[in-house]
C-alpha cells in the first residue's frame, strides 16, 4: 500500500473520531442533570472509579488537560460539595481530592441520565460490533499516550 494511501485511511480515521467525540460529548453534556459541566462529571466518574485520593496533578495527567484547567474544575466542583479537598500532612505544598457522598450521588445521578443514550447507541451498532472495535480503540489511545 502506498504511503499515500496510508496518508488517506488516517485522516478518514482521525476525521471520523473528531466527529464522533464532538457529537458524543454534546449528546452527553445534553443528557447531563442540569448545572454539570462534562468535565465534572468526567472527574467524579474518575474518582469513582478509582476509590481513592488523588492529587490535583495526578488528575490533570489523567485527563492531558493543564494543572490551571484541572484546578477551574476542582473549584467547581468542591463550590458545589461535590468532592473534598485536604492537604497533604507530610507536604503542605500538596493537596488530595476526594469524591464526596454528595459527589457520588451526583455521579450516580448524571451516570443514570446518560445511560440510556449510551445503550440506545451500542444497541443500535449491535453489541458485538461495539465489543470488536474496543480493543483497536484501547490499542490507538495506548499509542497516542505513548507519544504524551
Given at each position: 500500500?502506498?504511503?499515500?494511501?496510508?496518508?488517506?485511511?488516517?485522516?478518514?480515521?482521525?476525521?471520523?473520531?473528531?466527529?464522533?467525540?464532538?457529537?458524543?460529548?454534546?449528546?452527553?453534556?445534553?443528557?447531563?442533570?442540569?448545572?454539570?459541566?462534562?468535565?465534572?462529571?468526567?472527574?467524579?466518574?474518575?474518582?469513582?472509579?478509582?476509590?481513592?485520593?488523588?492529587?490535583?496533578?495526578?488528575?490533570?495527567?489523567?485527563?492531558?488537560?493543564?494543572?490551571?484547567?484541572?484546578?477551574?474544575?476542582?473549584?467547581?466542583?468542591?463550590?458545589?460539595?461535590?468532592?473534598?479537598?485536604?492537604?497533604?500532612?507530610?507536604?503542605?505544598?500538596?493537596?488530595?481530592?476526594?469524591?464526596?457522598?454528595?459527589?457520588?450521588?451526583?455521579?450516580?445521578?448524571?451516570?443514570?441520565?446518560v445511560s440510556p443514550m449510551i445503550a440506545d447507541v451500542v444497541e443500535a451498532l449491535g453489541a458485538d460490533r461495539v465489543r470488536a472495535v474496543l480493543p483497536v480503540l484501547r490499542e490507538l489511545r495506548a499509542r497516542l499516550e505513548q507519544d504524551?
Amino acid at each position: 500500500m502506498t504511503g499515500e494511501r496510508f496518508d488517506d485511511i488516517a485522516v478518514a480515521l482521525f476525521g471520523e473520531l473528531f466527529m464522533a467525540d464532538q457529537l458524543a460529548r454534546n449528546r452527553i453534556s445534553k443528557a447531563l442533570p442540569r448545572g454539570m459541566e462534562l468535565s465534572q462529571f468526567s472527574v467524579l466518574n474518575h474518582l469513582a472509579r478509582v476509590g481513592d485520593e488523588r492529587t490535583p496533578a495526578q488528575l490533570a495527567r489523567a485527563f492531558h488537560v493543564t494543572r490551571g484547567a484541572m484546578t477551574n474544575t476542582l473549584a467547581r466542583l468542591e463550590w458545589a460539595g461535590h468532592i473534598h479537598i485536604r492537604p497533604d500532612w507530610d507536604d503542605a505544598r500538596q493537596k488530595f481530592v476526594a469524591i464526596s457522598p454528595a459527589g457520588r450521588a451526583a455521579r450516580d445521578a448524571a451516570v443514570s441520565a446518560v445511560s440510556p443514550m449510551i445503550a440506545d447507541v451500542v444497541e443500535a451498532l449491535g453489541a458485538d460490533r461495539v465489543r470488536a472495535v474496543l480493543p483497536v480503540l484501547r490499542e490507538l489511545r495506548a499509542r497516542l499516550e505513548q507519544d504524551n
